[in-house]
């Protein structure tokens, strides 16, 4: 035989190994498994996502705790210098106490733009549309104008979130008398008008007249609102926050005719009433204290606890809470 096909011969004789070799079995997953799988992974989605909300509204927490207590420093820098207290509203159509403190929260330049003597209708829209980032609770809303103005033909102006305290006994204490909160409305008799200008703006208080002690005293807290009416003056106590049109736009009170809102969403204020305080949180409202300290209080607080901490002068003891 040939060489050639000898060669030939053993060749063909050889096994063709692509054919001969075994291929590697595929087995997908069968429809019982990837049930299983779906059912860990949601699962685990269902524990991680409540650990998730909790840590982003403790990251909140602390924004709005350090809103309160850089708020409630400036006060006490603006009080050690004027030797009162902010007037929550000095008058009537005035600006509030959210514009006073302006220049002890490193914001003179905005301070500078309003004339704080004169009536808010005559401040520029520029300044009162300022929206500044630490007025607001980020578990509540980021910064907002109000949806509608205070009076026809004013200018809206922006939002806030934070209300001083006005005590516990009187509301409307520019008409009616002595009030026992830290920042009210001025009296009539200290802030009067001349040439529809105000000759002063003084509050009504320093800080001894607080004879229950500023540990022991609320200076401001979060407002109680209906999250389907942020931005509403009125009863809603939600209007132009530079504005002292309206009193519930710059200060609550606490007792046990007016207990704290325990969700966003208290009933549509009817005539006479007040509102009150609240927060977007879960279960606490944030309250700074006189001497510059911060606390979540629980929205079930005991009512006459809420009222003696509201109070600067009752004289009443108050435990733990």
Known sequence: MPMIARAEARSSMRPRLDVVAARPSHRGFTLVELLVVI???????????????????????????????????????????????????????????????????????????????????????????????????????????????????????????????????????????????????????????????????????????????????????EKGMNINHLGEPGGWGDGSYFSGDQPATAMRIGNALFPPAVNDYYPAPGPGTIPVWGSGHPQVIMFALGDGSVRPVDKRVNLSTLAALCARDDGTVVGPY
């Open 39 to 221: 059912g860990i992974i949601s699962i685990l989605m269902a524990l991680l996502l409540p650990a998730v909300q909790m840590a982003r509204e403790a990251g909140r927490r602390t924004t709005c705790t350090n809103n309160l207590k850089q708020i409630a420093l400036g006060t006490i820098n603006f009080t050690d210098t004027n030797e009162y207290l902010p007037a929550a509203r000095p008058r009537d159509q005035f600006l509030t106490w959210p514009v006073f403190v302006l220049p002890y929260l490193e914001q003179g330049p905005l301070y500078d733009r309003f004339d704080v003597f004169a009536n808010y209708p005559s401040q520029p829209i520029d300044a009162v549309q300022t929206k500044l980032p630490f007025y607001f609770c980020p578990s509540r809303r980021t910064p907002m104008l109000a949806k509608s103005p205070d009076r026809p033909n004013w200018n809206v102006g922006s939002c806030g979130d934070y209300a001083g305290n006005a005590g516990y006994n009187e509301y409307w204490a520019e008409v009616f008398g002595e009030a026992n909160g830290v920042i009210n409305s001025g009296r009539l008799d200290f802030n009067t008008v001349v040439g529809g200008r105000l000759t002063t703006i003084r509050g009504r208080y320093t800080l001894a007249a607080i004879s229950d002690g500023l540990s022991n005293t609320f200076f401001f807290g």
